[in-house]
């Protein structure tokens, strides 16, 4: 998720991209820098001034309307989707990443 102050970019990944999860989902921010990663394989490209995977399912790009406070450590952010672009149809699944063991069932 590609974020900036009021606006942040949710993407969709395609099911060929389901190698990049074991570095998007499963490493720490902290411990890599996941766009100069991405970036040195040339996976990104711009949408509406965001870097975004290639090839991805769909791109979203949503307005920060309102946030809710918890009486705990929990947060809701609410946003409107302004703009958003489909490139196919394929989509990664939670069932392809628990047959290509990534995740477990």
């Known amino acids: ?3 900036s102050r ?3 970019v949710l993407q969709l990944l395609g099911a060929d991209q389901y190698r990049l999860v074991k ?3 499963q490493q720490s921010g902290h411990a890599i820098d996941k766009i100069s990663w991405l970036a040195k394989r040339n996976l990104l490209h711009d949408f509406e001034g965001f870097p ?3 090839d991805n399912s769909a791109s979203l790009l949503m307005r ?7 009486d705990g450590d929990h947060v809701l952010f609410i946003y409107r989707v302004e703009k958003s672009k489909s490139l196919h149809e394929d989509y990664l699944t939670t069932g392809l990443l628990r047959e290509k063991g990534i995740i477990r069932a």
């Not at 920060?64 to 918890?70: A, E, F, H, Y």
């Open 52 to 54: 975004v995977l290639k």
């Open 64 to 70: 920060k309307t309102g946030v809710v406070q918890s």
């Open 6 to 8: 009021y606006y942040t």
């Open 23 to 25: 570095t998007l989902g």
């Open 1 to 3: 998720v590609s974020q």
